[in-house]
């Protein structure tokens, strides 16, 4: 897809997308040579403990997961178990788009206060458009990961009436607040971005020096 997009003197753009995502696309997927299954009784087992183990069995990887992140602990020692090769090791032979593309990222960026306000008018125009419906009708299919994800998991709690409607959309708000505050805190650590401020700007403005910047 890419090189037809280049072959019409295109430049080709990823818009949006969380900073997991984007990373991924970057720098590349990691592919285990296995298929892994969770094997790890780890229920008994508390966060400290666990972080030990990865820490014995792959120093390296200990050092980029957070001591309490017991998923992402139990996929390395999964990984270590069943491979016999460190996580931190396979890690290093992914390949992403890095590597065939000259890569511009560009974020966009406005105050704070007005990024909030406008998660705020996001999520009253997601439940106009039917969120609610739209988990009733699939969230018996839905899985445990994708149950969790911010807006299905308040909308669920209000559908089993543990919260009212509003509470819902509060917490929906919030949460996404402090997903922002996380995926600007991820961004900014990368120090490739070239920022442009978008406020009080129109989007012809913003694509021109969008433009300057390649």
């Known amino acids: 897809m890419t090189e037809q997009i280049q072959q019409r003197n295109k430049i080709p753009l990823v818009v949006g997308g969380s900073a997991l995502y984007i ?4 720098k590349g997927i990691f592919n285990p040579p296995v298929i892994l299954k969770p094997q790890l009784k780890t229920k ?4 400290d ?3 030990q183990k990865l820490v014995e069995a792959d120093p390296s990887a200990a050092a980029k997961i957070h001591p309490h992140n017991k998923r992402r602990i139990e996929r390395a020692l999964e990984v270590y178990q069943q491979t016999g090769i460190r996580f931190s090791q ?3 032979q ?7 593309y000259k890569i511009i990222k560009i974020g966009l960026i406005c105050r704070r206060p007005l990024l909030y306000q406008r998660v705020e ?10 969120l609610v419906e739209e988990v009733s009708q699939i969230r018996n299919r839905l899985g445990k990961t994708a149950s969790q994800a911010l807006g299905y998991k308040e909308v669920i709690n209000y559908l089993n009436g543990e919260i009212s409607l509003a ?6 708000k919030k ?9 600007l805190t991820w961004f900014r650590k990368d120090k490739e971005i070239k920022w442009i401020e978008i406020e009080g700007k129109s989007s012809q403005e913003i694509v021109k020096q969008m433009n300057n910047e390649q």
């Open 23 to 26: 990373y991924s696309l970057i």
């Open 44 to 47: 008994e087992e508390n966060d």
């Open 49 to 51: 403990v666990l972080y």
């Open 90 to 92: 396979l890690k290093q």
């Open 94 to 100: 992914r390949k992403g788009i890095e590597e065939k």
């Open 121 to 130: 008018q996001r999520v009253e125009e997601m439940f106009k458009q039917g």
């Open 167 to 172: 509470e819902a959309k509060d917490l929906i």
């Open 175 to 183: 949460n996404t607040r402090h997903f922002v505050k996380r995926q």
